[in-house]
């Protein structure tokens, strides 16, 4: 069996298509780098630049008072630029960068503009400011998504089509089945002869790609961010096997390499071009989207029976205990309505994604993009990861000011309005900080569905290659 | 002779396997992508229906001048079906005032669309032909004549008395006879699902007509760079690795390649910068003038309560992205005190000053921004387009996007006519003297009449506006063809047997 792969992998080193497919990948990996490291030192300053001005907020609103804190809360959340970016770029522009914090609502004030009625902040999820400033053309990003899911599963196509078809051709199947050498240890020789043969150039290139990004000073890769990088290249490698599987199993059944190769690209087209985008299309419009204006008309009756559960309480002209409790549960009671309906919109979108993604999973295509992009820490899963960590934390602020409340004595703990709440100092350094953090074993489990889809397709075309191979008649 | 030598490629071309292949998948792709695309369209149709009744609505609330809401829509064009180009990605909807020059940096979306969706590359007709054609080309050409002279045939044609400019012509024009078919049968599916749901011009049938015709001169084009590689090999089968790896540099590597390396010149920021600050400067001074005015007029002491009498509200706006800027000065009062009937003529003086003058401020920095967003935006992408015309996809897709109507400067009509509309509503309240109008600011005697206003109508251009956008690029396609089929004829006529 070795014998037969290092035959094939020295047929393909001196062949012309290895040395077209390594200058080809090495370009498109330098690029990638070269892109990455321009554009992400901007990214990883912009971020820096926003996290201190909306943690210079919270130190502000702490140092003022609890009750400042309670009603202003933190400054807006940003997500944390991925290290990997290169690896998937995930659609980063179609999301939004941050989780903002609602500035308390105003709902009544007097002629001089006192506030009288005030609420507190809520959080809320803008959309990204779409891309309607770019006129330029329309093209994908060059990152390892797109250049081991449509290249290189080209070149996997490029390495197998005349496997067999090609030794039938020249009449060397004959000389080779004529040994005593089992059939499917020719297939797996085979096999691994062309997943070889593909891997040295691509690994080639990955390390080019990887010096160019380590060695500059302006990105840092973590041991982390080393072990992700690891299991993307695993994943390159299961789903590079694929179409080599594929391209064998092409090769066996057809008599000339031609028709073979002709086969196996119109395959490769309807698979990594066309299926994603149509059938996304397809199960997109199975759910309409929601329109903005529907989406405010929901808010209107959500608002309208607060107002008359609380009015009785709020109507009392005397400032007593009574007032303030209606007010704090009146305010309370809004920013949690607030932040329902926020979310029940986010979670209508996300479910429309999570359904066209489930569609489109049928392309290994896609499969491996979501993978790469789950391991990248980039795209959408990333994204509701981050909402999900802003969720928690904001739930941690709230029970922060309570607990703070809850150890003053002098305090009448009503929450959210001035006057019940405790008036001590606050440590700015108590006060919780937010951190957005990606959980490697979390990437795992929402990966496991499309990893495990991914190896079942791998051993479907391999045993299919195998069934077609033994039946060959040479 | 040369119809003899037509008729047996036809009949070899025809009874492939391959010509079935690729008839198959061109089929089933249009077809697929057609209905996928005319749903799509017709969602687009109706979000902008709501969203101009919707606006209609909103505008009649309005009570007096200043509070005008006034919006324009952008429709989706029918022929985004076959080129989608920027009609999806730029804004749809458009604030109008005197205040505010609109371009397409600042519009928004109706906002129907999941943005998370869009993921999900969405695909038109002529993606699929740019793909799906130019491998069919390539598929059909590759064995034309290495095949023949693999299996010894070219010795038996040339034997014969033809020149070898006729065969190949022969060859190329039985190809091209097949090739037609499945491009004009999946078109003709595909108008025919269309023209049911959808109701379109002679002009668009024009415009069709010309992305049919540039389609197949892209065709052409990857038929000959196929038949120039099989001339020029040996053997088939290196013939085939040659031009699928031809096929997926020129379609899938070099387009996104170049987008990715041509950097956008250092000293944007810099231009940016001083675009802002300037910008910011005029603002600034408008805001002082208007100050200066209420100074001049009135007792300081009284200014602060003259301006919450007749809610005075000035807001100037600039974004540092886009360029984005805008005067507002809307004004919320439902009444005036009696206290202060007096000074209405004051009022009606202060918003006829303002107004005028708001008007000439951002007039003055739609010049500055003009520049800069030229220089910002459209140089980068304008550049971007210029490279991508090395490979044919970038022609083709530039030319058809020009037929469709959906490249930048076919969208660029519909801002310039949204611009336009605005100086069309600043005459008419300069007729109606709105400005030094009690309507201006206050509706306690009566609301403002919005039946006369004049409506915002839009036409795309004509099909002339299209073909003199989409001839270069068409004729960069046909020069293309005609360099390529000398330069075969030469190899060929040198080439030995």
Known sequence: ?????????????????????????????????????????????????????????????????????????????????????????????????????????????????????????????????????????????????????????????????????????????????????????????????????????????????????????????????????????????????????????????????????????????????????????????????????????????????????????????????????????????????????????????????????????????????????????????????????????????????????????????????????????????????FEDTLNLSRDFNTAAMELLLLTLFVLVLLSGAYLAFVRVEV | MLKTLIGRELLDNLMTFRFAAVLLITLLLVVANTVVLIQDYEQRLESYNDAVKMHDTQLRKAKTYSMMYLFVDRAPNPLSIFNVGLDKRLGNLMGIWHGFVPTLWDAQMHGTDNPFIAFFSSIDIVFVFEVILSLMGLIFAYDAIAGERERGTLHLVLAQPIGRGQILLAKYISAMACLLVPLVLSLLFALLLLTRSIPLSTADFLRIAGIVFTSFAYLSLFYLIGLLISVATRRTGTALMLAMFVWGFLILVYPNLIRATVNPGGNIQAGMKTAQNQIQQILNEHEQECQKFLENEIIAAETSEFSKAFGLYNDTYLDPVTLTSYIENVNFISAIPSKFEKDVPLAKRYYDFVERLTIRTIEKTWRIRK??????????????????????????????????????????????????????????????????????????????????????TFERRD????????????????????????????????SEV
């Open chain 1, 1 to 433: 069996m070795w014998h037969i792969t290092k035959r094939e992998v020295y047929d393909n080193l001196n062949s012309l298509r290895f040395a077209l497919t390594t200058v080809l990948l090495l370009a498109l990996m330098v690029t990638n780098a070269v892109k990455h490291l321009r554009e992400h030192p901007e990214r990883v300053q912009r971020y820096r630049d926003a996290v201190t001005e909306s943690l210079n907020h919270l130190t502000d609103r702490a140092n003022d008072s609890l009750y400042t804190l309670a009603q202003y809360g933190p400054g807006n959340f940003y997500k944390k630029p991925s290290p990997l970016h290169f690896c998937a770029n995930g659609g980063e522009s179609l999301l939004s960068d941050a989780v903002e914090v609602d500035e308390p609502p105003v709902f009544m004030t007097d002629a001089e503009g006192n506030r009288l009625l005030e609420g507190i902040w809520s959080l809320s999820y803008p959309d990204a400011n779409l891309h309607n400033k770019d006129v330029g053309p329309n093209v994908s990003q060059v990152d390892w998504a797109f250049i081991i899911g449509s290249i290189l599963s080209l070149i996997a196509l490029w390495f197998t089509f005349d496997a067999f078809s090609g030794e039938r051709e020249q009449g060397t199947l004959r000389l080779m089945l004529a040994n005593s050498i089992p059939r499917h240890t020719v297939l797996i020789g085979k096999f691994l002869g062309a997943l070889l043969s593909i891997s040295i150039p691509f690994a080639l290139a990955v390390l080019v790609n990887l010096l160019l990004i380590s060695t500059a000073d302006t990105v840092h890769l973590t041991t982390e961010a080393w072990g992700r990088l690891g299991i993307i290249f695993a994943l390159a490698l299961l789903y590079t096997s694929l179409f080599v599987a594929l391209g064998l199993l092409v090769s066996a059944r057809v008599q000339q390499s031609a028709v073979s190769l002709m086969i196996l690209l119109l395959m490769w087209v309807t698979l990594v071009v066309f299926m994603p985008s149509t059938l996304a299309s397809i199960a997109s419009s199975f759910s309409p989207a929601m329109s903005f204006d529907e989406f405010w008309k929901q808010r209107n009756p959500i608002k309208e029976d607060l107002w008359d559960k609380y009015k009785e309480g709020l109507g009392s002209s005397e400032l007593d205990d009574r007032k303030l409790r209606a007010k704090s549960e009146f305010y309370t009671e809004n920013a949690e309505r607030e932040e329902r309906w926020q979310e029940e919109r986010l979670r209508y979108r996300s479910s429309q994604v999570h359904r066209a993604r489930a569609i489109t999973g049928i392309s290994p295509a896609t499969l491996l993009q979501h993978l790469i992009e789950a391991f990248a820490g980039t795209g959408f899963e990333r994204h509701l990861q981050f909402v999900e960590n802003t969720q928690r934390y904001a739930r941690q602020l709230r029970e922060f000011v309570a607990d703070t409340d809850r150890a003053d004595p002098e305090s009448l703990h009503i929450l959210g309005v001035r006057e019940g709440m405790s008036r001590k100092l606050v440590n700015p350094a108590a006060v919780p900080r």
């Open chain 2, 371 to 456: 520049q800069a967003l030229e220089n910002i935006f459209v140089r980068q992408a304008t550049m971007d387009r210029i490279l991508l015309r090395l490979s044919p996809v970038g022609i083709y897709d530039a030319a058809t996007q020009a037929w469709a109507g959906t490249d930048l400067s076919g969208l660029r009509i519909f801002f310039e006519a949204a611009r336009q509309y605005r100086r069309v509503i600043i005459d008419y309240f300069y007729a109606k003297d709105a400005f030094a109008s009690r309507e201006w600011f206050v509706a306690d005697k009566g609301a403002v009449d919005w039946s006369t206003l004049p409506q915002f």
């Open chain 2, 463 to 494: 099909v002339g506006t299209n073909a003199k956008r989409a001839l270069p690029d068409l004729f960069l396609l046909l020069i293309g063809n005609l360099v390529l089929f000398m330069g075969i004829v030469l190899i060929f006529i040198k």
